[in-house]
């Protein structure tokens, strides 16, 4: 069974910075895609960021050049830097495996807030 084990959400000022780790109990490298996802309160789960098997990625157009998706497949974990927070990034962030179905973790809260 393929597990994926998000950290390092918590609290943080606006403009601050954290950085999400997923691990992963077998080698991220098999994934096709492996990608961040958020779900603030009342709203529908969203796509932040993806990375593919070849290392492409793509990220919403309300993060973009702020935060950073990256692989380490030899410590089977993704990585997203986010960087000067805001207020409406606060929400529960998923992490996401694709390999002929979809694989989710059990997410982590991250609240910018003052």
């Known amino acids: 069974q393929v597990q994926l084990v998000e950290s390092g959400g918590g609290l943080v000022q606006p403009g601050g910075s954290l950085r999400l780790s997923c691990t992963v109990s077998r080698s991220t490298f098999t994934f096709l895609s492996m990608g961040w996802y958020r779900q603030a309160p009342g709203k529908e789960r969203e796509l932040v960021a993806r990375i593919t098997k070849s290392g492409s990625t793509n990220y919403a157009d309300s993060v973009k050049g702020r935060f950073t998706i990256s692989r380490d497949d030899a410590q089977n974990t993704m990585y997203l830097q986010m960087n000067n927070l805001k207020p409406e990034d606060t929400a529960v962030y998923y992490c996401?495996?694709?390999?002929?179905?979809?694989?989710w973790g059990q997410g982590t809260q991250v609240t910018v807030s003052s």
């Open positions: 996401n495996g694709y390999l002929l179905r979809n694989y």
